[in-house]
């Protein structure tokens, strides 16, 4: 290129004007083609940032998203364990007051009991054993109980008590 340029240039040395004018027109061919140059690089640098700014919004997009979802899920498990806690209140203070009866109601059957050995003391068929009839009798009539008001669903039932026998419920009081 730089030959055909010089080569030009003495070609019109016979032209002085023209010279000049050629010179002018090879100046400004130069500079159009810089410009363009410089325009194409720049539009293909300005389309590259477009894309990658695109493709940056779309990915703020979806984390906005994600975000959105773990906020939200956030306050649900935050409910669930405000909930939680509500519920965990609510069982100890029911804990508390079984173990507070239980606690009641096997000091009165400890009481019971003592007082059943005293009476029983005694009493020469006391140690002796219920005879089959009678734990028999005693069975039915539980069964009766239990079938008459339906206790034992849901409820407390009457149990045997015959099997639970006075005479051996001293050896578990305290």
Same mark, same amino acid.
């Given at each position: 290129?730089?030959?055909?340029?010089? &080569?030009?240039?003495?070609?019109?040395?016979?032209?002085?004007?023209?010279?000049?004018?050629?010179?002018? /027109?090879?100046?400004? /061919?130069?500079?159009?083609?810089? /410009?363009?140059?410089?325009?194409?690089?720049?539009?293909?640098?300005?389309? $590259?940032?477009?894309?990658?700014?695109?493709?940056?919004?779309?990915?703020?997009?979806?984390?906005?998203?994600?975000?959105?979802?773990?906020?939200?899920?956030?306050?649900?498990?935050?409910?669930?364990?405000?909930?939680?806690?509500?519920?965990? !209140?609510?069982?100890?203070?029911?804990?508390?007051?079984?173990?507070?009866?239980?606690?009641?109601?096997?000091?009165?059957?400890?009481?019971?009991?003592?007082?059943?050995?005293?009476?029983?003391?005694?009493?020469?068929? &006391?140690?002796? $054993?219920?005879?089959?009839?009678?734990?028999?009798?005693?069975?039915?009539?539980?069964?009766?109980?239990?079938?008459?008001?339906?206790?034992?669903?849901?409820?407390?039932?009457?149990?045997?008590?015959?099997?639970?026998?006075?005479?051996? &419920?001293?050896?578990? !009081?305290?």
């Amino acid at each position: 290129m730089w030959t055909l340029i010089k &080569a030009a240039w003495m070609a019109t040395s016979t032209f002085k004007n023209a010279r000049h004018y050629i010179l002018l /027109v090879i100046v400004g /061919v130069l500079a159009g083609g810089a /410009v363009y140059a410089i325009y194409t690089s720049q539009a293909r640098i300005i389309a $590259s940032q477009a894309n990658s700014l695109q493709s940056s919004g779309e990915k703020l997009g979806v984390a906005r998203q994600d975000n959105e979802l773990l906020k939200q899920s956030l306050e649900a498990a935050q409910r669930g364990q405000a909930d939680a806690e509500k519920k965990y !209140v609510q069982l100890d203070a029911e804990h508390l007051a079984n173990a507070r009866k239980l606690e009641e109601t096997e000091r009165e059957n400890n009481e019971l009991r003592k007082h059943m050995r005293d009476a029983q003391q005694g009493d020469p068929g &006391a140690n002796g $054993s219920i005879p089959i009839d009678v734990k028999r009798m005693h069975d039915e009539a539980v069964r009766a109980f239990n079938e008459k008001y339906r206790v034992g669903r849901a409820g407390t039932q009457a149990s045997d008590s015959a099997r639970a026998d006075v005479r051996y &419920a001293g050896s578990s !009081v305290r």
